[in-house]
Nanobody, 123 residues
Framework: QVQLVESGGGLVQAGGSLRLSCAASGRTVATYAMGWFRQAPGKGREFVAAISWSGGNTQYADSVKGRFTISRGNAKNTVYLQMNSLKPEDTAAYYC????????????????WGQGTQVTVSS
């Protein structure tokens, strides 16, 4: 079993930065691919970024390319999402996800999810 706990959300002005963290626990979690998704009120869950278990491969939604960076800690059981140049449209609950084999954009294919952390960007 894999457990994921997100942190780092908050309220920030447009143009500001936040760094989200996802702490993963579980026997082999260091070998799992991980991703970040977000969901705004009244909208569906949206892919943000994903990273392979090794950290060597990353993928981003077009809406965040050049502004967000996903990375893994040295022990591979923590994933970060550095968010710069935040915009009001980035406001959402952000969720961390993990899967043993999949590191793509389809949220249906991730097996494990955190409880989410709220990011609010004011204009």
């Amino acid at each position: 079993q894999v457990q994921l706990v997100e942190s780092g959300g908050g309220l920030v002005q447009a143009g500001g930065s936040l760094r989200l963290s996802c702490a993963a626990s579980g026997r082999t979690v260091a070998t799992y691919a991980m991703g970040w998704f977000r969901q705004a009120p009244g909208k569906g869950r949206e892919f943000v970024a994903a990273i392979s278990w090794s950290g060597g491969n990353t993928q981003y939604a077009d809406s965040v390319k050049g502004r967000f960076t996903i990375s893994r800690g040295n022990a591979k059981n923590t994933v970060y999402l550095q968010m710069n140049s935040l915009k009001p449209e980035d406001t959402a609950a952000y969720y961390c996800a993990a899967d043993r084999y999949y590191s793509g954009t389809d949220y249906h294919r991730y097996d494990y999810w955190g409880q989410g952390t709220q990011v609010t960007v004011s204009s």
